[in-house]
């Protein structure tokens, strides 16, 4: 399938770090919204191996990443933070703040694997 309005190197980029960790976040670092998001995935203490954090207001291709995202996400939001785990689109700022609050997001990581079920 053709990316229409992707750079040639942000759709490989993308779903190279999806398929790289059980949890992928992405992310710019001065956002107040994504370092909120942050402090409740390091919460969890998940090691490097299974979560990353992808900070990507320095690429070249931003806004082709953020262009992708509205295609891989299936949503009208460019904006991050996104969220990925276990390869599934996990969901933005609102969606996370929500699921965590709720218990649901440290459900669904122990359900991946990503952090132990004694938790």
């Known amino acids: 399938m ?3 309005g ?15 960790r059980k949890v992928m976040l992405f ?14 995935l ?18 070249q291709d931003v806004t ?3 262009n992708y995202f509205q295609i891989i996400c299936l949503t009208d939001s460019r904006a991050v933070p996104q969220l990925f785990v ?5 969901g933005g700022e ?6 965590h609050e709720s218990g649901k997001l ?3 990581l122990k359900k991946v694997g990503a952090i132990p079920n004694s938790a």
């Open 6 to 20: 992707c750079g040639v190197s942000s759709k490989p980029f993308v779903d190279n770090k999806i398929s790289q």
């Open 27 to 40: 992310s710019r670092s001065y956002d107040p919204e994504c370092k909120r998001i942050k402090s409740y």
């Open 94 to 99: 609102k969606e996370i703040t929500r699921n």
């Open 86 to 90: 276990d390869g599934k689109y996990a």
């Open 42 to 59: 390091d919460e969890y203490k998940m090691s490097p191996q299974i979560y990353e954090v992808a900070e990507i207001e320095c690429r």
């Open 64 to 66: 082709q990443i953020e």
């Open 2 to 4: 053709a990316v229409v």
């Open 106 to 108: 440290k459900e669904m």
